[in-house]
């Protein structure tokens, strides 16, 4: 164990563990086949309540750190990533609104999730991805509040959530300062769910298209101030961008443990492969690379726990594990060779759900101009 | 209604591998676990508390880090928990474990039913819990699939409820029926256990598990029947069993290999 | 100081269901004849039963000196209650030295209950019985940690009890002893606090039962899918045999655990054994490895099944067993 647990840290370990090698790993292989995760399979994680981990004692919640939270997550990513993030996704919304919003609508967003509902988070459209500022979707103000119009894309959660964060423009002169946020309910008049995305990896988890028609909301559903939607994102955006590390922190050590069980057992030239000195070598460098994201995952947590934004902290982070995990998972797939590559085996289906990792929640490349930016900044 | 477990940590049986060089155990990282079918028991418990209201009450006799299994139960729902542990216990057999149980069980109750799994995965015996009801003078079902208790009229109580019980056999399944106190050991096939949350987990390390040692039993026990010395059985000897036939490779197609073997049967007499 | 011992004989229970004696109990009579014998002492039988006429045969047949038979309308069927406090009777009457039961759900429990009220030593799930001849001391040895370790047991009590799994010894041959005493002990039990109300027959489990089988085709997760074992199905039919399979086969749901060969599913003793695609976990081989002559076919050529097989087929299972169905079909 790379890090020193507390008490408590290895009992939410272990339960997750336990609970998710039982209640999801004998799933995982058929709905990553099916690409969709069974309805049945969230039971067992809203009974755990991972989607109140982090969520304060007083909206109900178990109001874990963020260092322990990410543990559970980690543990959890090992079997299942894309069924991770859905909890991920649920609480990372509902932290942003108690931390945008008003009491009021801490309380209501948090009443929602309570009753074993999923959350998303709205801000990419086909033609703004890494230029939040380029999108397209409008709030209109009108009597008594706003109508929506807005076509969304990529958003986790989309087609499973009871409760959206989505962010329009309201004042297209004022650029990135004309975004603001709204919260919408999922049976407001208006609100479809467009088409599902059929994705390479991740694919327990649920992405789909979020159109809203002339949906209207009353004004206590404006998120945070007017047109300050976009620093509420980038907000949200570093608090993601740093649980979306900690499942990769996970989908490593999965790579590892497959890779370092199928080199002790498999035998050739009548010795096992864990004694070859380019398998050693291969695995060498899959648990030092593990081990350290871990580590930096681990002091983001931290920092974020002191009140840091993280926001360079976070963006190398990011970087790091996510460019670190590609090669682990790759490793993964060649020391098991053909059977690293057959979908018989776990390891396939761990590089394709790494990739997305150096592509979502801000692409790594966008992260690196991030961070050059900041250090030039000082 | 008083509602016993007994539980034990077991070792992960699953886990233990064997150095092929020295052929001993390599017990060094196996982890220590509740015992699966004592889980078995404890939601059969929890089960009966969600239906007739229940105390449930978790024990185990082990050293220290057993308490490890007592927080698993709170987790889950045990109403309290006790460990049972004193030097003195060390080494007991099934008898002196059974022995022991049986006055803790004295010293806090009375129950009305006591439940455990059907067996330890590392002991794999299945006799201690029997052996308490004989110990308590208790009647006693084992490989329990599932208990009902007959449920009171609203607004009375009844004392002496009827319950039914069906009982694995070798042959099939039985259908039995008695009254309270009992002693069961419980199947696997009972039911499904559930899990402990995130929440409750944090609450039972918060909760301090009760300890009971020899002196607060020593009213209850003759010190003679405890201990590796008050057992009436030893281990002599432990040993990892060698494994050494000289096999026959058959070589060749599939076709060929499926002919030979055949006639190799047939020629030791194998198959006629 | 040198404790007087008044304890004499072996002693076995010999369990009846529906009137039949149990074959774990002509299993038990072998081997107390073996051990009585080095010891120059008597081989008992015990019998509580409403119609004890088919175990008393079964006494005689496997050369038992007598039998003691407690018959009654009581012991229809078995309870906790009635049965060990008859046995309880019978063992403060003529003081056994060792008792050998059954290790059924019935024997496990009647032995649990009897060692308490005798303060008798007792070890469950024997594999294999010693003596001492000079002291009568039983060496029981059985195993532990899912069968990855043995122990080597002795009890300081008189009696000495020990359980034995059924299948774990060979059927012996039969022994008939003509001049078997049969002594009719009455006994009334003082309670029965548990009654049976129904019985319900297993209908899952029809066919040759893996105990019975003398072939048994077990398949492992090499398998790849519950589908292929109707090709396992198939060779066992041909070998007039049963379908078993190891534990992840069970795990994976492809077979109900009925069909378990192992540590923690039957112990098998057939006269043959064919491994299908299984490693060859100690697990599996701890209930399987009495078996007369072992077959394993495997891919990996170092699975650890080949260690203790007696015929070793390095080879696709779904090449080699069709093969062998097509060879067997054509006798």
Known sequence: MTLLYTKEQKALISLVHDVAEQELKPYVAQADRDGKCPEELYEFGFDLGLHLVEVPKEYGGTGLDYETTAMIFEELAKIDAGYAITFVTTFVALRNVILAGTPEQAQYFADVVKQRKFAAFALTEPNAGSDVAGMRSTATKVDGGYVLNSTKTFITNGGIASIYIVFCKTDFEAGAHGITAFIVDRDMPGVRVGAEEDKMGLRLSNTTELLLDDVFVPEDRVLGKVGEGMKLALNALNLSRAFVCTMGVGIMQRALDEALAYATERKQFGKPLASFQLVQGLLADMAIKTEAARCVVNNTMRLMDAGSLVQLEGAICKTFVTDSMQEVVSNAVQVMGGYGYSREYPVEKLMRDAKVFQIFEGTNQIQRTTIAKLLANG | MKIAVCMKQVPDTTEIKIDPVKNTLIRKGVPSIMNPYDRHALEMALQLKDRHGAEVVALTMGPSQAIDILEEAYAMGADEVYLITDRKFGGSDTFATSYILSAALDHLGPFDLVLGGKQAIDGDTGQTISSLAQHMDCACINQVLDLQVESSPAGATNSNPTVTVKRKTDEGVEVLETTLPLVCTVMKESNKPRYASIQSTLDALEHEAQQICLDDLAALLDESKIGLKGSPTRVQKSFVPERCAEGVFIEGAPKDQAHDLVEQLVEAKLLV | ?331
């Open chain 3, 1 to 331: 100081m040198q404790e007087t011992n008044d304890h004499r004989d072996i002693w076995v229970f010999l369990e009846q269901f529906d009137g039949q004696p149990k074959q774990v109990g002509c299993e038990l009579l072998g081997q107390a004849r073996r051990l009585a014998d080095q010891i120059g002492q008597q081989v008992g039988a015990v019998i509580i039963s409403n119609e004890p006429q088919d175990a008393i045969d079964m006494a005689r047949t496997y050369g038992a000196d007598y039998a003691y038979v407690i018959e009654g309308a009581e012991y229809a069927q078995f309870t906790t209650d009635a049965f060990s406090e008859a046995f309880e009777h019978l063992c403060q009457e003529h003081k056994p030295e060792i008792i050998l039961v059954g290790a059924t759900a019935n024997g496990r429990e009647l032995a649990s209950h009897l060692a308490v009220a005798l303060e008798a030593g007792l070890t469950a799930d024997c594999t294999s019985l010693t003596i001492d001849p000079e002291t009568a001391t039983m060496a029981w040895e059985r195993p532990a940690f899912g069968g990855n370790l043995y122990a080597r047991i002795c009890a300081n009590t008189h009696p000495q009890m020990g359980t034995v799994r059924p299948g774990a010894m060979p059927v012996p041959d039969p022994h008939p002893n003509e001049n078997m005493q049969v002594i009719h002990e009455k006994f009334h039990p003082s309670r029965m606090r548990v009654k049976v109300k129904e019985f319900i027959e297993d209908l899952k489990d029809q066919g040759v039962s893996l105990q019975d089988a003398e072939v048994i085709v077990s398949g492992g997760r090499g398998m790849k899918g519950p589908e292929n074992f109707k090709m396992l199905e198939k060779l066992a039919e041909l070998l007039g045999g049963a379908v078993g399979c190891s534990r992840s086969v069970v795990e994976e749901g492809w077979l109900p655990a009925s069909k378990q060969v192992g540590q923690t599913g039957s112990s098998v003793s057939p006269r043959i054994y064919i491994a299908c695609g299984i490693s060859g976990a100690v697990q599996h081989v701890a209930g399987m490895d009495h078996s007369d002559a072992i077959v394993a076919i495997n891919q990996d050529p170092h699975a650890p099944i080949f260690d203790v097989a007696d015929y070793c087929i390095v080879g696709d299972v779904f090449q080699v067993v069709p093969a062998l169905i097509e060879e067997l079909s054509a006798q």
